[in-house]
């Protein structure tokens, strides 16, 4: 299953962004951040299925939670940067 980590600039971050989404009917999930994404530092993203980005984009918008930066998952595991 494809789905979307929206990377935060911090857990205060990914909690609200978190929470604006399942306010929303969107089922988020806030984890810390694969370091083949981040390097060294500490982060942590979003969880959110392939199907809702569009939404979530429009509602992190609204409630003026920009994300850093969006990666889509494969199938073998690994990350790609989406352009927002």
Do not use: W
Request: aromatic residues 6%.
């Amino acid at each position: 299953m494809l789905y979307y980590l929206i990377i935060c600039r911090s857990l205060t971050y990914a909690q609200r962004t978190a929470a604006a989404l399942e306010r929303a009917g969107i089922t988020a999930r806030i984890l810390r951040s694969p370091k083949s994404i981040v390097g060294d530092g500490c982060s942590h993203s979003v969880k959110i299925s392939q199907r809702n980005l569009p939404d979530a984009l429009r509602i992190l918008q609204r409630v003026q939670l920009p994300p850093k930066r969006i990666f889509i998952t494969a199938g073998d595991g690994s990350y790609q940067e989406v352009e927002l």
